[in-house]
């Protein structure tokens, strides 16, 4: 047997070793600790601590007003995508705020600025709001201001000034690089006649400059839909009154455009393909011709096209020019177009993990690591607030913002702000979704 004092050394000598280990253990063993250097990434999935968040009254929702863009058929999901400009708006604004809606026709932009909330409220309910993708000191929103009667305003951040407002239909974007804006709004039209979609561009940091209106004349490309309008008197009041450089495009079902650059303008559908230049303030054709056109954002315009001699080919271009460069025939098919791909120069993926071809993108592991996380946390809010479950019926809403390494989770009664762990992910997509 034995003997008690010997019992009790030993199981101090034991607690006194555990609590050594524990000490020392995250501590590498070059530091004297008893770990390797580098713990496996996914080890550290288990904790997002808040960098902020915001506590919602009862009513006020991350949601926009139920529109969409002419070239979205489908609502996009809540949580967005990357939160590139080449998507459509999302109510989750990078890593520094949140669009939402309230009751009462009420609506606010919050922006975490210098570890404060910013608010920029209005009295009409959000259809669409984007901060500029270069510089985030720009935040562009679309109102609706009654039926059928939608304005969009650009507005200065932190300050908040109006420096200019107008009236558009349901929506609104950013060139890709964050340096103009566009919106627009369908013009009256005979019945049974082509729906005509008037769009107009605003520079973001200077003077708005002439109202101009493309005139369909360049030489050696088809004219206009009969009856279409080329000059102002064309256009109805509302149209007359809108500012900026304008252009009325045909459209129809499953039409799309693409506004890479300021002076760059591509569009697309099954008429074929336009591609506009924005030259001396007015909008002019540069290109025109049969086929699909999609975008291949932020790397290029990608067109499959007849050939004379037969079947179809295919090539890209820059989004800023017309240097044409043909796709071997046996390379793989590109996947369906979906505003969500971004591409890269070896294939495209997304921020839900659908791949095509070979990136070197590892794996999105973060979402759900971030979702488990807070489900707890949601169902307290279930608990608390009748209205989560309707909002809410099946966990936290995750939207990632990978490109700046961080998540917002919306639990219920509060939309926190975590910082990513800086896995090789998130380094490599900051670079590929750079415009």
Known sequence: MIPQKYIIATL???????????????????????????????????AYDPVTDFHLEDGWSPRFLGTVDPDQAEPWPF????????????????????ALNGPRGLSEVVLWRGL?????????????????????????????????????RLLEVPEGRVLWSAQSGPW?????????????????????????????????????????LAAWDEVGLPPPPRNWPVKPEGLSDDGRDLPGAKAVVPWHAGDRLWFPNPDRLWVSGSQGW????????????????????????????????PLAAGGMGRRTTPPGSLDWTPIPADAPAWPAYDAAWAWAPGGAFDAWDRRWGNTGLAPERQRQAVTDYFRSEWRTGLELRASVKGWLPAGPEVALREGQGVAWVWVGTRIVLVRLVEVERIHTLKKLLRP
């Open 274 to 305: 336009t591609d506009w230049n924005l030259e001396k303030g007015r909008w002019h054709r540069v290109a025109a011709g049969p086929g699909l056109l999609v975008a291949h954002p932020p790397l290029a315009m990608a067109l499959t096209e």
């Open 116 to 152: 404060e909330w910013r608010h920029y409220r209005f009295d009409a309910p959000l259809c669409s709001a984007r901060l500029d993708p270069a510089k985030g000191t720009r935040l562009l929103v679309t109102l609706q201001m009654g039926p059928d009667r939608f304005e969009t």
């Open 79 to 98: 949580g967005g995508g990357f939160g590139t400009p080449w998507e459509p708006a999302s109510p989750y604004l990078a890593d520094q705020g949140l």
């Open 12 to 46: 101090f000598i034991a607690a006194m070793l555990l609590l050594f280990a524990v000490v020392q253990a995250p501590r590498p063993v070059t530091s004297g600790g008893v770990t390797a250097a580098e713990a496996p990434v996914v080890m550290s999935l288990g």
């Open 172 to 212: 609104s974007r950013f060139s890709w690089d964050g340096r103009a804006a566009i919106f627009g709004f369908f013009e009256p039209a005979e019945p049974k006649a082509e729906a005509r979609l008037l769009l107009t561009t605003l520079p973001l940091d200077s003077d708005l400059g002439e109202t101009t």
